[in-house]
């Protein structure tokens, strides 16, 4: 089964623009959760979706929003950006049936705001 | 929400020797409690996890366990090896539903 993955891999913005990344569950996953990891905050939960639906969400500002597909692909969106969001920006998928918790995380995306 | 906070930072073992890293949690309906391994420029790997109902649980070298009285846990590594070298995450699901990490240790193991 292929794992969970992330596009693009590095990416290079300016302050002031926005960005849109990409995530790709495991086969038959619905559940995809976004961190951003930094080297002074270590990761850091931002939102998780469940069936198309914001089931819970971190401590960030309304500029980091996401959404989620009927593939259960999801897209997190940072609008404005700031100096302070380059960090690497994971996602992790989860089967989410009873029980089952393990979270299985993509290779991330390397964000750099100049 | 939850807090969870990770000792030590950083450790350094001789090749061979055992490693012990721990985590304590303060939301008492946490009840799911991975560890994850990332290795320089690599994704979090799930090595080992938990849940509330038991105590221990070992996969080779590898054991954690849990003490919800205290409201901790912790991972003890075996027979160490160089490829063990990596940043290690404990965390934890609480009423929130949602995972919190620990701050990391990054673990040297010295040939």
Redesign the interface.
């Known amino acids: 089964k292929a794992g969970v993955t992330q596009t693009p891999r590095y990416l290079i913005k300016t302050r002031g623009q926005q960005v849109t990344l990409s995530c790709s569950p495991i086969s038959g996953h619905r559940s995809v ?1 976004w ?1 951003q990891q930094t080297p002074g905050q ?4 931002l939102f ?1 979706y469940f069936s198309e639906t914001q ?2 969400k ?1 401590n960030f500002p309304g500029r980091f929003s996401g959404r989620q597909f009927s593939n259960s692909r999801s897209e997190m969106n940072v609008s404005t950006l700031e100096l302070g969001d380059s960090a690497l920006y ?1 996602c992790a998928s989860s089967l989410e049936g009873t ?1 089952t ?8 995306t390397r964000l750099t705001v100049t | 929400g939850e807090n969870v906070e990770q000792h030590p930072s950083t450790l350094s073992v001789q090749e061979g020797d055992s490693a012990v890293i721990k985590c304590t949690y303060s939301d008492s309906a946490s009840n ?1 409690f ?1 560890w ?1 391994k990332q290795e320089l420029g ?5 090595i080992i ?1 938990i ?1 509330s109902n038991v105590g221990e649980k070992k996969d080779q070298r590898i054991a954690v366990t849990l003490n919800k009285t205290a409201k901790h846990f912790s991972l003890h590594i075996t027979e160490t090896q160089p490829e063990d070298s990596a940043v290690y ?1 404990c ?1 934890a ?1 609480g009423s ?9 240790t990054q673990l040297t193991v010295l040939p």
Do not use: H, M
């Open positions: 959760s961190y270590g990761l850091q939960f998780e089931r819970n971190g994971l029980g918790y393990e979270q299985y995380f993509g290779p991330g | 799911y991975p994850y690599k994704r979090p790997q799930l996890d849940r995450f965390a699901k929130a539903r949602q995972l919190t990490f620990g701050s990391g």
